[in-house]
């Protein structure tokens, strides 16, 4: 008796919601090729199996056996979809930023201005990018909430820190109740534990994700509060989580991240939202 391959999907974008329904079902070495699948897709148009297996930490059979699992005969079929999405396309962030780099020369030769130049093409390639990643709605649903909570509880941790500290300041700066979740003490259940039912929750985590931050939501969730998510893979452990998902291009030099487009994101939901708390007012205070 044999077992029946399952279609292959014909397009890419069919193939990332396929990857994304399976991912939980996959085995531990096909979840690693899926986020590379999914988070690199013009390295997958462009490597080599070799290359992409070394870059995504696996043995190259790996790849074929990723493939095969989605219906392909082989990885080249899986991976001409890929080109295939990159020539209806102008060039994109990964590949703009490759080229930026290879401009830039050896990074053991750089000087301290040059490697700043790097930094600034980096950071300039991510946040162009950005407004591609970020859709309108989703800005809109984001500031809904907010607008709606009576207090916001803000989690980050390790290099999400940064951006989760800065929108608890800029929330308190506008009158907005903001409650940093910042584990003092390793109290961050009972800190989560008091997300109350009127309450948001804004959740920021990049890889390696910190269970704490994951924790923290699914809190909230127990108590049907709304989770504004900001990651930086579909297949992140809090993308499924969140009432409002924003999943970000990611900025990185000589393994570097950087935080701009995190923070760029973070500042304009904080200011548009100051900018909907005055219009509300300003609506409340003009007669019928």
Do not use: W
């Amino acid at each position: 008796m044999t077992t029946e391959s399952p279609t292959p999907p014909t397009n890419l974008p069919d193939l990332q919601a396929e990857i994304e329904a399976r991912y939980e079902s996959l085995s531990k070495r096909l979840r690693q090729v899926a986020h590379y699948v999914v988070d690199h897709p013009n390295n997958i148009a462009f490597g080599t199996v070799q290359v992409i297996a070394q870059e995504a930490k696996v043995h190259p059979s790996t790849l074929v056996r990723f493939a095969n699992a989605f219906g392909y005969s082989g990885f080249s079929e899986m991976q001409r979809l890929f080109q295939q999405k990159l020539l209806q396309e102008s060039p994109s962030y990964t590949e703009r930023i490759r080229i930026a780099r290879e401009s830039l020369g050896d990074p053991g030769s750089q000087s301290p201005h040059q490697l700043l130049n790097e930094f600034i093409q980096a950071d300039s390639l991510a946040l162009q990018s950005l407004e591609e990643h970020i859709p309108p709605e989703n800005l809109e649903a984001a500031i809904d909430i907010l607008a709606r909570a009576e207090s916001v509880h803000i989690v980050g941790t390790r290099r999400s820190f940064v951006p989760a500290t800065y929108f608890a300041y800029a929330l308190r700066h506008i009158d907005r109740r903001a409650h940093l979740l910042d584990n003092v003490g390793g109290m961050y259940k009972e800190q989560a534990g008091t997300i109350g039912r009127q309450d948001a929750v804004l959740a920021i985590s990049f890889r390696p994700y910190a269970q704490e931050t994951d924790d923290s939501v699914r809190i909230a969730l127990e108590r049907d509060v709304p989770a504004i998510v900001i990651t930086d893979s579909k297949l992140s452990p809090l993308a499924s989580l969140g009432s409002v998902v924003f999943t970000l291009p990611d900025s990185e030099v000589h393994g570097f991240r950087s935080l701009t487009p995190t923070l760029c994101l973070a500042q304009s939901l904080a200011i548009g939202l100051a900018y909907r708390l005055d219009k509300n007012r300003s609506m409340s205070a003009d007669p019928a």
